[in-house]
């Protein structure tokens, strides 16, 4: 059974920083791809980074390329999302993603977090 808990969301200025962190509980999760994703008010729920389960390459939306960065620490089964150069328009609710296929980069995004929340004052 995966469980995804996501911490670390707040306000903030726009052009500071924040880090999230997404806990997943499991054996899976240093076999599985990892992703965040982001729902702002009245908009859809849209993808932002996603990491590969062997952590060596990552994937951005082009609205947060160059701006976000997401790793992983297989050790503390966590998965981080660096946040710098906020704009208001990275208010949303985070979301942390798990991959249902072990050893691969292909398959559905099977398990979700709770969301946490992340708003940039102008």
């Known amino acids: 059974q995966v469980q995804l808990v996501e911490s670390g969301g707040g306000l903030v200025q726009a052009g500071g920083s924040l880090r999230l962190s997404c806990a997943a509980s499991g054996r899976t999760f240093s076999i599985s791809k990892m992703g965040w994703f982001r729902q702002a008010p009245g908009k859809e729920r849209e993808f932002a980074a996603a990491i590969s389960w062997s952590g060596d390459s990552t994937t951005y939306a082009d609205s947060v390329k160059g701006r976000f960065t997401i790793s992983r620490d297989n050790a503390k089964n966590t998965v981080y999302l660096q946040m710098n150069s906020l704009e208001p328009e990275d208010t949303a609710v985070y979301y942390c993603?798990?991959?249902?296929?072990?050893?691969?980069?292909?398959?559905?995004?099977?398990?979700w977090g709770q969301g946490t929340q992340v708003t940039v004052s102008s």
């Open positions: 993603a798990q991959n249902g296929a072990s050893f691969s980069d292909h398959g559905p995004w099977s398990y």
